[in-house]
């Protein structure tokens, strides 16, 4: 009897403990607003000025990242005069109550609403029109989530491959080991299976560079991706700007690469009637576009649609309020995490596989 | 709707971080690894070749070991074909010569043996003809020792000549 004693009590203060740190954030949670799913996923694959770790998204903690701005001029401050700046509530027109934080210190003079930086007009706010503010904004070259995250993950494949091209500029060309023995069948079937499967065998050797830069550049920032915590956790891959990037390059390098055979396909498409050609012509101009267009929208809704799974997911445990969920939505949520890795890979891979398809195409020959 | 817009900061940033990243790792990265990777994919196949000329080589040798020992072979059993021949002759050749030479000694020993029976029969017939003559002249002097004798005698002989 009195062991049982002792163990129900232990039982307690776990319980008790357990629920401290599993009920106190929706305490609070339930005494700002009701939990809105779709908002929290929306700001986590959205860039942000300040690394979020853990706690409300305002006062919690967080690394408060630089803002770069250009107006006139260029101003540098930390992130952190906008989000412990003040946080001001107005009703616009259409009786709409919106929040934005509105700079203080160094950052006086500019507001964040929804991480965009904007100028306070002469009155000192933001006018809205409907949810959008009319207000100015100055130029943000800011180290957002996306671009500290941009700048660990290239530093991290500089690293990683400069161990590599080390590994063999200290041994010569032996077997590898180490971080070489595992990287290079990757780089070997970049090589092999993406350059010289698809584009003529006299001159891949030029595009391979650009194919392992590409690869190992999506692949190992959707991997950080993937880490639900600082270093890791921004959507840099899942973000426009980034897939509009690297298809913007492989659309120059298709272009620059193309030679007469290339463009005589698109100009003037041979073995069809004269009409034909000329029907064939903005065809085949809109075509140069919608093939890197949809290098863009693919890796953008693939890696975006990962993250949003996972945090929607997760987020059951909270639209339910009962940590019981937790056996459905982990699970699951494990499930996704672990084909987000290959999807991670696979991204990489179509990515530089498609383009080397479109590299191929604009550098091969007439056919005999 | 801001998410599927590009960010004008993030987009001059990306530029900047990947093109310094793409010349990086193209200069200092791509360049040893791929090269190091060719050197050794071409000193791979270079030592298969090398290989497979060595097999063929061997293979070729081994053919031309295999000849020479069939050659050595057949050269040894036709030295020893020979000698074996060589010294049957031999042999043979010593047998006919210890067979002439003995048909030699055998006719020489009988000549010889010839010669001593017939100048032993020469000796023998001397000295039988002196001995019948000692024999003679000793019957003829008994039997002439006395006259009575002498006359017998004289009497027989005449009687043989009246006979004759």
């Known amino acids: 009897?009195?062991?049982?004693?002792?163990?129900?009590?232990?039982?307690?203060?776990?319980?008790?403990?357990?629920?401290?740190?599993?009920?106190?954030?929706?305490?609070?949670?339930?005494?700002?607003?009701?939990?809105?799913?779709?908002?929290?996923?929306?700001?986590?694959?959205?860039?942000?000025?300040?690394?979020?770790?853990?706690?409300?998204?305002?006062?919690g903690t967080s690394v408060y990242l630089p803002v770069i701005l250009h107006d006139n001029g260029f101003k540098f401050f930390s992130s952190k005069y906008f989000y412990h700046g003040k946080e001001v509530t107005v009703t616009s027109k259409d009786s709409l109550t919106l929040h934005y934080m509105e700079g203080v210190?160094?950052?006086?003079?500019?507001?964040?609403?929804?991480?965009?930086?904007?100028?306070?007009?002469?009155?000192?706010?933001?006018?809205?029109?409907?949810?959008?503010?009319?207000?100015?904004?100055?130029?943000?070259?800011?180290?957002?989530?996306?671009?500290?995250?941009?700048?660990?993950?290239?530093?991290?494949?500089?690293v990683i491959m400069l161990t590599v091209a080390g590994f063999y500029r200290k041994n010569g060309a032996v077997a590898p080991k180490g971080l070489a023995k595992f990287l290079e069948p990757i780089i070997v079937m970049v090589r092999d299976d993406i350059a010289k499967?698809?584009?003529?065998?006299?001159?891949?050797?030029k595009y391979v560079p650009y194919l392992l830069t590409i690869f190992f550049f999506i692949w190992i920032n959707n991997m950080l991706g993937l880490i639900p915590i600082i270093p890791g956790g921004a959507n840099l891959t899942g973000n426009i700007t980034i897939t509009l990037f690297l298809a913007f390059c492989t659309l120059l390098v298709t272009v620059f690469s193309g030679n007469k055979n290339y463009w005589g396909h698109i100009f003037w498409m041979p073995g069809i009637p004269v009409p034909m050609k000329i029907f064939m012509i903005p065809i085949e101009l809109i075509g140069i576009f919608t093939k890197p267009f949809a290098l863009m929208i693919r890796l953008f809704a693939n890696i975006t649609a990962g993250h949003i799974i996972v945090l929607a997911l997760i987020s059951i445990i909270f639209i339910n309020k009962n940590i019981a969920w937790a056996g459905l939505s982990v699970p699951m949520a494990l499930f996704i995490s672990v084909l987000e890795i290959l999807v991670a890979f696979l991204q990489g891979f179509l990515f530089a596989m498609l383009s080397a398809l479109f590299i191929g195409a604009a550098v091969e020959e007439a056919h005999h | 709707m801001d998410l599927i817009l590009p960010d004008f900061g993030l987009l001059v940033w990306t530029g900047l971080v990947f093109s310094l990243l793409m010349f990086l790792l193209a200069k200092f990265a791509w360049k040893p690894i791929l090269n190091a990777v060719n050197t050794r994919e071409q000193k791979i196949s270079e030592a298969l070749e090398l290989a497979e000329k060595t097999k063929v080589e061997m293979q070729a040798l081994k053919a031309e070991n295999d000849q020479i020992l069939k050659e050595a072979r057949a050269e040894r059993d036709q030295i020893l074909k020979e000698a074996k021949e060589?010294?049957?002759?031999?042999?043979?050749?010593?047998?006919?010569?210890?067979?002439?030479?003995?048909?030699?000694?055998?006719?020489?020993?009988?000549?010889?043996?010839?010669?001593e029976k017939a100048a032993a029969m020469a000796e023998l017939k001397n000295h039988v003809a002196s001995l019948s003559l000692e024999i003679a002249e000793k019957v003829v002097r008994q039997e002439l020792s006395s006259d009575d004798k002498q006359k017998a005698l004289a009497t027989q002989l005449a009687g043989e000549i009246k006979m004759n």
């Open chain 1, 1 to 59: 009897m009195q062991q049982a004693g002792k163990f129900s009590s232990l039982l307690q203060i776990i319980v008790f403990a357990l629920s401290f740190f599993v009920f106190q954030p929706f305490a609070k949670a339930a005494e700002e607003e009701n939990f809105n799913v779709g908002e929290m996923i929306m700001h986590h694959i959205k860039d942000a000025h300040e690394w979020h770790i853990t706690g409300p998204e305002h006062g």
């Open chain 1, 105 to 158: 210190g160094p950052a006086k003079g500019y507001a964040l609403y929804h991480e965009e930086i904007y100028k306070l007009n002469n009155e000192g706010v933001l006018h809205f029109e409907g949810e959008h503010p009319h207000n100015a904004s100055p130029t943000d070259l800011s180290v957002t989530k996306n671009v500290a995250s941009l700048l660990l993950g290239s530093l991290l494949i500089l």
């Open chain 1, 197 to 205: 499967a698809n584009i003529d065998k006299h001159k891949y050797h």
């Open chain 2, 86 to 115: 060589a010294a049957l002759g031999m042999v043979e050749d010593a047998k006919g010569k210890a067979k002439d030479e003995a048909a030699k000694i055998v006719e020489s020993a009988r000549q010889t043996i010839n010669s």
